[in-house]
């Protein structure tokens, strides 16, 4: 089956800099990767996505990276705010019937 | 217009009791799951259901029986409860192969 190593578990980093948050994945029948964030207390949000047949997608301060040769994937948050501490999730879809493998998530603190 | 909502938000029970939370998506979706969410965050998916078919039953205790009585419903519940059962219980629905809408998550506490 799947798996979806995710690293670090744990990111500090000042206001304004930036974090970048990486996923390995086994399967190389994977074709959908999306990312999640959880607040405290909340329920995981989709904030981006990309499917295997784009190397890069942005939206606004998040932009995500995908390398199918080497079955990885990264998160990039620029000019990081407070607003943007909480646990982020990976995830690996091999699609159809196949489960969703989420990675083990990174709590990300950012200091004002 | 909550798009999947859980009840209870939250159970305090003692062990052994039997529970059952509720989730309901009205967003058309084909698939339903539930996973558990344990102290370390880690997010353990436990059953899919797709058009109330189950598709995917990762090794879970058999205490734990999921029921989807339509579409839009998946329900989950759990007997005997355990100490090792406490966690939180989201619900999540989706396309398949697409972005998971998740429910505001059940607190389960055994005392």
């Known amino acids: 089956g799947e798996n979806v190593e995710q690293h670090p578990s744990t990111l500090s980093v000042q206001e304004g800099d930036s974090a970048v948050i990486k996923c390995t994945y086994s399967?190389?029948?994977?074709?959908?990767f999306p990312w999640y964030k959880q607040e405290l207390g909340k329920r995981p949000q989709l904030i981006i996505d990309?499917?295997?047949?784009?190397g890069e997608k942005k939206d606004q301060r998040i932009a995500v990276t995908l390398n199918k040769t080497a079955k990885h994937f990264s998160l990039h948050i620029t000019e990081t705010q407070p607003e943007d501490s909480a646990v982020y999730f990976c995830a690996a879809d091999s699609g159809g019937y196949q489960k969703v493998t989420f990675g083990t998530g990174t709590k990300l603190q950012v200091i004002p | 217009d909550t798009a999947v909502s859980q009840t209870p938000k939250y159970l305090v029970t003692q062990m052994g009791n039997d529970k059952s939370i509720k989730c309901e998506q009205n967003?058309?979706?084909?698939?339903m799951y539930w996973y558990k969410q344990d102290s370390k965050k880690f997010l353990k998916i436990m059953f899919s259901?797709?058009?109330?078919?189950?598709?995917i039953n990762e090794t879970v205790p058999n205490r734990f029986s999921p029921k989807s009585p339509d579409k839009a419903h998946l329900n989950l519940h759990i007997n005997s409860l355990e100490l090792g059962d406490s966690a939180v219980y989201f619900c999540?629905?989706?396309?398949?192969?697409?972005?998971?809408?998740f429910g505001p998550g059940t607190r389960l506490t055994v005392t």
């Open positions: 990309i499917r295997s047949n784009v």
């Open positions: 259901y797709n058009n109330k078919e189950l598709i």
């Open positions: 967003l058309g979706h084909d698939t």
């Open positions: 999540a629905s989706s396309l398949m192969d697409n972005e998971q809408y």
């Open positions: 399967d190389s029948a994977s074709n959908y």
